[in-house]
């Protein structure tokens, strides 16, 4: 598989979408490269997704506003817009006034009230959070689950129980679960590794889809958070977010497109070790990694010692953030980046912590290249990850996002 490639292959039973096994990559608004060839078979999936995008961003549109916008012949919009609105993704919202005599155009949209979808967020350790969001990717209602230190069937017990309130909570149709979990997840959603939750090789896609008989898709919740930023964001097409919760994850997207690595642990920079001497043990079993000075648990731990002394606590997240600037140096200087997004509790990262990080890469690279790298917080706030996880289901089932 190439890097490029995102995977993306939920089980769909139940969708009322129509389906395909396989691999399909991202289209989205703010367009993430076509990373593959269009082969015969994906014709029809392709172009299904060029009429929704077009809708999904522009609003009402005639048919011949789609044919223009998307290169399509009339005849081929006509029939797929016919078998959209057979699907009830898409719904005829009147007629355009014309100031020219003639028929006026029917004018189409996406039923942005007819579907919600359910993202679920297992990043944090005091707690997994879920929203219900319309298509536009708004919040519309939230539930949270104490995690409370549980771990394996405990956890996967949890995150069922979550889920199932939150399909309670909608008040439309569900279009699609999308989860962002820690850890190392495969194309088809199973958790290899997440050793903060004590998974290893865990199908939580199949589980949740048996359970909940809805359209699930599983990723790494970096990533996820790295859609949301890219989506909803103000992110380049070339950033690494990092998100710190339970561990600390990384979401490389570079030229647009989301890095998912050959076995699909790109961004998994926790675990790098950055000081085998001085550092305290992993969870995974080795001294130093960079999650030990950066996770939020370790890093409230750490700070606990120096509650009220304003200098040891500087010096902490500044320590911290020399960690994380020395991690991300070689990736800066690898790939010439230029916005690295943070993405966790702002009272830990945005302060000292991002400012040590931001020196440490200029200290550690040539500044006349790549002095001008940012570093920043996100702007969507705990949000990131749920948001993130709706532009999955968005972009698995309809080919938007
Ligand atoms: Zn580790």
Redesign the pocket.
Known sequence: MASSEIHLSAAVAGSRTSSREGVRGLTTGRELRPRNKVLPRDGRWHNRSLVLQTLYSAGGQSRADIARGTGLTRVTVSDLTAALIAEGLVVETGRREEARPGKPATLLDIPRGAFQIIGIDLSEYRLLRGAVLDLDGQILARAEVPLAGSRGDDATAKVIALTHLLVSRATAPILGVGVGSPGIVHSSGVVLGA?NLGWYSVDLQGILTSRLSLPVVVANDANVAALAEHSFGDADSDMMLIKVGHGVGAGLLLAGTLVMGNRFAAGEV??VVVDAEQGAR?????FG?L??WLSTPRLEATLAAAIDDDDARTQVLSEAGRQLGTVLAPVVAAVNLSEVVLSGPPELLDGPLALATLDTIRTRTRAEFYGGITVRMTELGEDIVVRGAAVLVLSRQLGVS
């Open positions: 050793p926790g675990h992993c969870i995974c079993g080795k990694c999650e030990t």
